[in-house]
């Protein structure tokens, strides 16, 4: 799984960084997405997953 | 406030009754909603001042037109069926209701705040909200074995939590707690709401004229660049989309776990279900009823409706969240729900700023309830407690509890 972010689209709803912490988090001054982890490991692709399908502003892609 | 604001609440009594009284159970959707189900995700309406509209109960619908933006939020440029105002042709919105703004002057604004709403800062919040509500839950019981939960718990939490937010000083905050209350309460006298409304905003006036002479390290002090009018907006927005919406999640939530007992019991053994639970009472409760619309700029088709430029669009939330294609048994409050993604806080660029700050507000404060008075129960026939049919934001004027 390869995890990609569009930060134009991000709307700092926190749902990734809330979901799947190990992988996602927010950005101090505006909150929006940064990618810790673009290639996590099979223990995390359900969340990640459910993390893409949460974000409200389809920011997250995955591949 | 802009008149821009007062739309969701025309909205709110042009639909037909049926659609927003819930006559049978309190925690389920309107008869109007659950006797149209089969209808399809897509439906026609008609409004009480003739206008048509059109109803979304489907999720994936509900999300798609929430997540396009030519289905439009503003409503100075794109005034809807509920208003009677013209379409006006403006620069530049002056004011600060973004929450009736379209990109990119909603984006501007409202990447201002987001810093301010992350999770870890909602979590680092955690505490401070817990020596709120076990205070406040201590004060209930040196009073005796009997409240009313709404003004002893369920509103103060939101509102003092609000304040350590806005950097509101100790001192005033009996002033500021004192006038969201009435201004809130519909069943105050309408000159005392709206006197109170008006102290609200020379509340926030002054609030802001306090932090230019002083800023601190509150959400005011850091937005200092934005004129005085615009900042006292994004204020009075906050505090009626995080005061009244947490309030009534805490006071109707704690109503439906006490009816349902065999829930409640399973929380209680089990503490870690809290999170999955919070997001259960979001999705069963939908409190905010029929608040979120948006108007179409183009002829456009959701599902397969086309709906016509200028069309009403409002979507369904209550019913959205029951939607039987993503939940089993929808009607049925279960603590354990793995989580689906409902639509509680909305969906798109205007999903809700505050929402990790509600999910905190709700942890803690429905945890420490449960856990804290073991013996909580209602104080009166559950059919007698009043609700908030005719309010936009759905809950419970009172709810009176023993733990005797």
């Not at chain 1, 190990?22 to 982890?37: A, I, K, P, S, Y």
């Not at chain 2, 990109?103 to 987001?114: F, G, I, W, Y």
Request: proline content about 7%; overall charge negative; charged content about 25%.
């Amino acid at each position: 799984m390869i995890v990609t972010v569009d930060r134009e689209r991000c709307c700092s709803s926190g749902q990734c960084a809330l979901i799947a912490p190990e992988v996602f988090d927010q950005d101090e001054h505006d909150g929006t997405v940064l990618l810790l982890r673009p290639e996590p490991g099979p223990e995390l692709h359900a969340a990640v997953e459910d993390a893409a399908d949460h974000c409200p502003c389809s920011a997250i892609s995955l591949s | 406030m802009t008149s821009a604001a007062q739309t969701p609440t025309e909205l709110r009594r042009l639909l037909p009754a049926d659609l927003v009284e819930r006559a049978g159970c309190p925690f389920d959707p309107p008869a109007g909603l659950t006797g149209r189900r089969g209808q399809g995700p897509v439906q026609p309406l008609r409004l009480a001042n003739g206008a048509d509209a059109w109803l979304v109960t489907g999720l994936d619908e509900a999300r798609a037109v929430l997540a396009d933006t030519r289905f439009s939020s503003d409503r100075v440029r794109h005034p809807d069926a509920t208003t009677d105002a013209e379409p006006r042709q403006v620069e530049t919105r002056d004011d600060g209701m973004f929450v009736f703004m379209d990109p990119p002057e909603h984006t501007r604004l409202r990447k201002l705040l987001t810093g301010q709403f992350t999770v870890r800062r909602m979590r680092a919040l955690e505490d401070r909200i817990r020596e709120i509500a076990v205070e406040h839950i201590e004060a209930m019981k040196a009073a005796g074995a009997e409240a009313d939960l709404v003004p002893a718990y369920a509103l103060p939490i939101p509102s003092l939590v609000i304040c350590e937010l806005l950097g509101v000083d100790y001192a005033d905050r009996d002033r500021f707690q004192r006038n969201t209350a009435v201004a809130l309460d519909s069943t105050s006298p309408p000159d005392e709401r709206a006197r109170a409304g008006l102290g609200l905003y020379t509340f926030m006036g002054e609030l802001v004229a306090a932090k230019r002479a002083a800023p601190g390290d509150d959400l005011i002090s850091g937005l200092l660049d934005l004129p005085d009018n615009q900042l006292v907006d994004i204020a009075l927005v906050l505090l009626g989309a995080g005061h009244e919406t947490t309030a009534n999640m805490l006071a109707l939530g704690t109503f439906a776990l006490l009816e349902n007992p065999g829930e409640l019991a399973r929380l209680r053994a089990d503490p870690a279900l809290l999170d999955t639970a919070i997001e259960e009472l979001l999705r069963f409760l939908s409190i905010v009823q029929m608040g979120v619309s948006r108007v179409a700029t183009e002829d456009l088709t959701i599902g397969d409706v086309t709906v016509p430029a200028g069309a009403t669009v409002i979507i369904a939330t209550p019913e959205v969240n029951r939607d039987p294609a993503h939940w089993d048994h929808p009607d049925r409050l279960d603590l354990s729900r793995p989580r689906v993604s409902h639509l509680a806080f909305g969906h798109g660029v205007h999903q809700c700023l505050g929402q990790q700050l509600a999910r905190v507000e709700m942890k803690v404060g429905l945890g420490e309830l449960i856990t804290r008075l073991p013996e909580l129960r209602l104080a009166v026939p559950a059919d007698q407690v009043p609700l908030r049919e005719e309010m936009l934001v759905f809950g419970v004027h009172s709810l009176p509890v023993t733990w005797s």
